[in-house]
C-alpha cells in the first residue's frame, strides 16, 4: 500500500496521559500536514511540516502539543498530560511540494478518546 | 479571515435525484479549491479541484463544481447520485499550503 498510514488508528487514555501518534507520508512527499477532526467538524489544520522543517503551527496546538519530522519522513504528533478535550481524529496529510493547489492525501487517521 | 461554509448539513435524497451541495468560501488570494469525500469507514478523497481556467469542472463518480467567483462559490453537483453516495462532502480552500475545511454535508441517499 503507498498511501499515507497512520498508526495506531484507535487509541484509549486516561486523561493526563501522553499519547504519540505516527505518520507515514507517502515516499515521494515533502510536504506532509496535521490536522484534528471532532464530531460534525471539517478538519482543522495544526501543523505543516516541509521535509524537516516545522513551518507553521496553529494557534489549536498548544504547549502541550509537539510535532517532529526528524528525517523528513515519517511524522510523530505527541499529546502531553492529555485532557478529554483533546478526544478527536487526527488526521495525517502529505503532498507534493511546489503548488498550494497539489492534492493532499489522507491517510485513515488515528482516533483518539481521552477517559 | 479565511473560511469555508457549507449550508447543508445533512441531506436526504433518493436514488436517482440531482444533487447540489453549497460552499462558499473567504479568502484574499488566489482561491484553489477542492472536494473531498469520505465514505463510511473509510479516509478522505479527492473529488475534485480548482485552481485555473474552466470554472466548470468535472470530477470522479460523475461530479462536478461550478466555481463563480463573483459568488465565492464552489458548489458540488450531481445529476442522478446512487445508494453509494453515501458519505460525507467537505469543501476545502488551499491557503498557501494548508487547506481551510468547511464543516461538511452528510448526504444520505435511500435505495
Known amino acids: 500500500d503507498t498511501g499515507v498510514s497512520q498508526n495506531p488508528r484507535h487509541k484509549i487514555t486516561k486523561r493526563g496521559q501522553n499519547v504519540t501518534f505516527r505518520c507515514d507520508p507517502i515516499?515521494?512527499?515533502?510536504?506532509l500536514y496535521w490536522y484534528r477532526q471532532t464530531l460534525g467538524q471539517g478538519p482543522e489544520f495544526l501543523t505543516y511540516?516541509?521535509?524537516?522543517?516545522?513551518?507553521?503551527k496553529s494557534r489549536l496546538l498548544s504547549d502541550r502539543f509537539s510535532a517532529e519530522r526528524p528525517k523528513g519522513s515519517f511524522s510523530t504528533l505527541e499529546i502531553q498530560r492529555t485532557e478529554q478535550g483533546d478526544s478527536a481524529m487526527y488526521l495525517c496529510a502529505s503532498s507534493l511540494g511546489g503548488e498550494s493547489y497539489n492534492e493532499q492525501f489522507f491517510g485513515p487517521g488515528t482516533r483518539l478518546t481521552v477517559l | 479571515a479565511q473560511s469555508v461554509s457549507q449550508h447543508n448539513h445533512h441531506v436526504i435524497l433518493s436514488e436517482a435525484a440531482s444533487l447540489e451541495l453549497g460552499c462558499n468560501y473567504s479568502y484574499g488570494g488566489t482561491v484553489n479549491l477542492f472536494w473531498y469525500v469520505q465514505y463510511p469507514g473509510q479516509h478522505l478523497q479527492l473529488l475534485l479541484k480548482y485552481f485555473s481556467g474552466d470554472p466548470l469542472v468535472k470530477g470522479i463518480k460523475g461530479f462536478e463544481a461550478e466555481f463563480i467567483k463573483s459568488k465565492f462559490s464552489f458548489n458540488l453537483r450531481k445529476p442522478s447520485v446512487q445508494w453509494s453516495d453515501t458519505a460525507e462532502y467537505f469543501c476545502?480552500?488551499?491557503?498557501?499550503?494548508?487547506?481551510?475545511f468547511g464543516t461538511g454535508t452528510r448526504l444520505k441517499v435511500l435505495a
Open positions: 511540516f516541509q521535509n524537516e522543517a516545522q513551518l507553521e
Open positions: 476545502a480552500v488551499a491557503g498557501t499550503y494548508k487547506y481551510i
Open positions: 515516499s515521494e512527499h515533502n510536504r
